[in-house]
């Protein structure tokens, strides 16, 4: 069975640029740019791995990852955090929220591809 991936940022390019490295590697690939009704978004798609930034204009991605952490419902999807916040505070805070991977933007495809296919692995066991 073919693994969806779900990413939410508001960058267009960034969202077509992991949605086609993510298709070329065999997944199903969603995506959504506004964090506004994220939550929903994700429940409804049930993915089985969700690509969040952090820095959206309506809703916080850190405020979306709370809300998902609270839902027992979405809480064990993993997260993968993608972002321009690179200082250590900001990386501690959202592990600390729960995220499995932190990456910061500018980022290598490739490193969040092989993110993407560890964190799927690893839950699959």
Known sequence: MMSKVMIIDDEPFILMMI???????????VTHRQSVNAVERVRAEMPDLLILDWMMPEISGLEVL???KADPGLAHIPVIMLTAKSQEEEEKLGLSYGVEKYLTKPFSPKKLLADVLETLEKMAR
């Open 66 to 68: 709370k809300a998902l």
């Open 19 to 29: 949605e086609d490295k993510l298709k070329r590697a065999g997944l199903k690939v």
